[in-house]
Nanobody, 127 residues
Framework: QVQLVESGGGLVQAGGSLRLSCAVS????????IGWFRQAPGKEREGVSC????????YFKDSVKGRFTIARGNAKNAVYLQMNNLKPDDSAVYYC????????????????????WGQGTQVTVSA
């Protein structure tokens, strides 16, 4: 099994920054893909970004390109989502998720591709 714990959410003004952390424990980490998703009230869960641990490929939702980055921590058991120039539309509960099956440009943003999920962390961006 894989356990995921998110942290780093909070309230920030538009234009501000937050860094979300996803602490990963459990089974072997090196072959996984770690994705970040978000879900706002009344909306479907959507993929925000993903990091393929095996080859370092990154993926981003179009609306966050140039503002968000994703990276693995030095300790190798954490993945970070750095969010800059935040907008009110970025407000949501953010989840990290893991898949041991790899990913690609077609699958990374599909929630059903990820069998392991964290509990979520709230991000609120005020105008």
């Amino acid at each position: 099994q894989v356990q995921l714990v998110e942290s780093g959410g909070g309230l920030v003004q538009a234009g501000g920054s937050l860094r979300l952390s996803c602490a990963v424990s459990g089974r072997t980490f090196s072959s996984y893909a770690i994705g970040w998703f978000r879900q706002a009230p009344g909306k479907e869960r959507e993929g925000v970004s993903c990091l393929s641990i095996s080859d370092g490929t990154t993926y981003f939702k179009d609306s966050v390109k140039g503002r968000f980055t994703i990276a693995r921590g030095n300790a190798k058991n954490a993945v970070y989502l750095q969010m800059n120039n935040l907008k009110p539309d970025d407000s949501a509960v953010y989840y990290c998720a893991a898949t041991p099956y790899g990913t690609d440009s077609y699958r990374w943003s599909e929630p059903d591709e990820y069998p392991y999920w964290g509990q979520g962390t709230q991000v609120t961006v005020s105008a």
